[in-house]
């Protein structure tokens, strides 16, 4: 029994030691979690970026992608104006992928529908751009 005590303190020291270093998002309900900070979906601003630890509002955010890069960030203390800058340009482009997508179900003009389309895809090729570079950010370092 003594080396089985043994071995579980060595293994919770190694956890210890190591998984603090690395600070993975997890879901529990409705809320992200990754390290002291909390990311929450806001009936007002998109996505709400808590700090656990001083209970206050850190910034709002548009999409997913930003809020957790956002999140990320901040628990590493780094800073994430560049991070919420793309969060903005991507709630851009998606704005108008669905504003583009409304009119060409709505209108009957071919010419009309045919511009549109390729605005559609360019906003589309835009916000799949800028939530690549926030997922790398968010699954890297």
Known sequence: ??????AANQLKQLVDQVLPKYT???KDGKTI????????RSKRHGF?????ESNSIVEFANT?????????????GDSY???????????KHL???VHYQHIINKTNDDDKKFILET????????????NSVLESYILTQ
Not at 48 to 52: E, Q
Not at 81 to 91: C, G, I, K, Q
């Open 1 to 6: 029994m003594t080396n089985l005590n043994r």
């Open 24 to 26: 993975m998002p997890f």
């Open 64 to 76: 997913k992608h930003g809020a957790v890069a956002i999140a990320k960030a901040h628990n590493d």
């Open 48 to 52: 709400v970026i808590i700090d656990a």
């Open 81 to 91: 104006s560049n991070l919420l800058e793309r969060d903005h340009r991507a709630a």
């Open 33 to 40: 979690h990754i390290g002291n900070t909390i990311v929450r």
């Open 95 to 97: 704005n108008d992928a």
């Open 119 to 130: 605005r559609l895809e360019i906003a589309q090729d835009m916000l799949e751009r800028e």
